[in-house]
């Protein structure tokens, strides 16, 4: 994932613990903050455990960024195929900075380190439950499938079983955020905060300032859309592929695709 992010600092140990601590240090700060009134936060975000990890991270990658940022005013737009060049490349004018691009990139970091970590544990745990059922087929089609040579989006695509063990790991265990309620615990996903009223067709309303979210925990097992919603089968996406019934590799019920039924990714505009 870091190779992804940046090339250069991606097997650096001291960037890569402060990429991580940077995610933790956004919720954290975000919780504390939440403690207090409005008028206050301005203030003690100053104080933040966040503040130290964005100094850390600005100072480990200003050079490159501003570096990559002069060959770019020269009109080359050429550098490394990396996150931090698309980013640079795609940023407007006025956050072609080196602040507002470390911003950037670390934002992509806190919304990618905790998901990859969550889904991924969720696939080991199911792994780790049933060895001898998964182990030796999902090996067998990493081998065939990894051309002894670079993991690329074509050999990717091609292990539809590996893709289905990780959506139904995701499906069932993977299921959102718990928010404890008194009487019980729900997953929520698409977590929304209304800015104003908004009245459906049906004459249902959500008021301004409504907290909303799509009840995934029930959506991931709901037996309209699932045989056995209950049971873990890791095949259960891969099986009509591989008869020639389900889409093709990284469409309709891959790992990525998102639906009413599948909300790991949420359901949201970028969906659509
Ligand atoms: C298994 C891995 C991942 C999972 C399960 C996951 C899950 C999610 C979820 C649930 C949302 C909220 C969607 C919504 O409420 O509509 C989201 C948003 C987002 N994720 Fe991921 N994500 C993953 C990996 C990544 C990675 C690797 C990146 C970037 C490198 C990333 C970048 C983003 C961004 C930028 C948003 C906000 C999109 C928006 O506001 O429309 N995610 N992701």
Redesign the pocket.
Known sequence: ?PA??ISGVAQDKAFLENAVNYAQGVVISAEILRLFPDWTKRFIVKIAPIVRYRRAAIAFLKDMVQERLTKLEKGDDTGPDD?LQWLIVAAPPEEKTVVCLVERLM???V??IH??T???TAGLYRLAAEPDKYLPELRAEVQQCYDGGDITRDSLGKMIKLDSFLREA?RLD?S?LRIIYPVRCVTV????NAKKTFTFADGNVIPAGAKIGAPMLFQHRDPSVYKRPDEFDGFRFSRPKEQGQGAAPMGKDS??STEVAF?????????W
């Open positions: 994932m992804l992010l996150l934002a992509l970091e919304a990618s998901t990859t969550m889904t991924f995701a993977n959102g996903s698409m977590q929304r790992l990525v909300q790991s990714f949420g359901h949201g505009r970028h969906a």
